[in-house]
């Protein structure tokens, strides 16, 4: 970058104070300008490019963070109650109804499971749940 500013500025003064060699209005200090000009455009044009390359890398590290988190949806009473019979804490009837049976069931999985034992299936208990909901789709 350097260089090329050296390079430029000689051939602003050479045009400026006009040169034996190159006289002024001739087509050759018209070259130069031109070839300073599209010099002073590459690096400009490369500097953006490291520009995007950097954006394109913090989109990236975004879009892996934003997959990683993960929002917390609701489960239904059906999907609660298929989970807990498949990771065997619950053996009653899955009619989504959250019932006496299934709250003694959620706390027995917390219990199990070092979790407050509420008998309210929160984020921190679905967590660890919901794997037995996939594993049973999986199968």
């Not at 498949?86 to 959620?106: C, L, P, R, V």
């Not at 794997?131 to 789709?137: H, M, N, R, T, V």
């Amino acid at each position: 970058m350097q260089k090329l500013y050296f390079w430029v500025v000689g051939v602003v003064l050479l045009s400026f104070f006009g040169c034996a060699t190159l006289p002024e209005g001739s087509k050759d200090v018209e070259i130069y300008r031109l070839k300073a000009r599209i010099n002073v455009l590459e690096d400009e044009l490369s500097q953006k490019q490291k520009e995007n390359l950097a954006l394109k890398e913090e989109v990236a590290q975004l879009k892996q963070l934003l997959e990683e988190r993960t929002v917390f949806k609701m489960p239904s009473a059906k999907e609660i109650q298929t989970a807990l019979k498949n990771a065997g804490f619950y053996d009653g009837e899955i009619d989504g109804q959250i019932g006496s049976k299934t709250k003694e069931a959620i706390i027995k999985f917390q219990e199990a499971n070092k979790l407050t034992a509420d008998g309210v299936v929160g984020s921190r208990t679905w967590e660890l749940l919901r794997k037995y909901l996939k594993s049973s789709s999986q199968e």
